[in-house]
């Protein structure tokens, strides 16, 4: 993507701007295809869906990085900032209690709804009657952004509401694992080669070197077959990672109190 898409005199990105750059890439790619897409067969909210929605994830993606997974510095995510590659507003909101999973700042403005309120998607579900229980905001398609327990995961029940810095982070976790496995798997040949190889040249048949039973606290168990296999299974783990995370994002990480201004 451009260093910045209004200022072709820009700085160039910090150090570790290119862990990011992939994922902001393909959004930027996303959010260009579906402004230029027909609208024909679409209410006029709807057609706005989309930019909302890859507006919250694309910011998701950098505050998770930054404040719940510390995966890029504090340079990098000020140039998110500075930049507007980002909602700086949005993600202020986030730093508030009861605010965590907001999908839009236009949501909660009550001059954009009837009666001085809020949006259907910011009343907890527990609190909605049977009627309103799949009720979504008409200009952002949120199914309910409010905190607390019995909230959907996916607040916009597509694509746009997965949390990829959790994906990504257990995709990295995924390949770690597998990368110590076959360097397990390779230095347990070696070792069963070289048995054979002092058996063959007649070393004797006392204890040797390579007599060793305690292969299995020297590499470990060989993990289960099938161990994060299929999509389903990493996204339920990269779920299970954001969940824990942001249980103690405010314990572990840089306190995110600091209000920021939208650039």
């Not at 907890?124 to 979504?136: C, F, H, I, T, V």
Request: glycine share 8%; net charge negative.
């Amino acid at each position: 993507m451009s260093v910045n898409r209004w200022d072709p005199k820009a700085k160039k990105p910090p150090a570790g701007f290119s862990y990011l750059a992939p994922v902001l890439s393909a959004l930027e790619n996303e959010l260009r295809d579906k402004v230029r897409e027909s609208n024909a067969g679409k209410r006029n909210t709807e057609s706005m869906w989309p930019v909302q929605q890859i507006n919250w994830q694309r910011s998701r993606y950098v505050y998770d990085m930054y404040y719940t997974y510390n995966k890029i510095s504090k340079k990098v995510y000020d140039y998110c900032i500075k930049n507007k590659l980002v909602d700086a507003a949005l993600i202020a909101k986030w730093k508030k209690p009861g605010y965590e999973r907001l999908c839009s700042t236009y949501v909660i403005n009550p001059s954009n709804y009837k009666f001085g309120t809020t949006s259907i998607c910011r009343v907890p579900l527990k609190d909605r009657g049977p009627e309103q229980m799949s009720a979504m905001d008409p200009t952002t398609g949120c199914r309910g952004c409010a905190s607390g327990d019995g909230q959907p995961r996916n607040i916009f029940g597509n694509k746009y509401g997965q949390n990829l810095a959790a994906v990504q982070v257990a995709r990295e976790k995924r390949m770690e694992e597998l990368e110590r496995k076959r360097q397990r798997e390779e230095e347990e040949e070696e070792v069963e080669q070289h048995e054979r190889h002092e058996q063959n040249a007649g070393g004797g048949e006392g204890d040797s070197e390579t007599d060793d039973d305690s292969d299995d606290e020297d590499y470990g168990p060989t993990p289960a077959a099938g161990v994060w296999a299929g999509g389903s299974k990493l996204q339920e783990e990269s779920e299970r990672l954001a969940e824990g995370l942001n249980d103690e994002e405010h314990d572990t990480h840089e306190q995110p109190s600091k209000k920021l201004k939208a650039s």
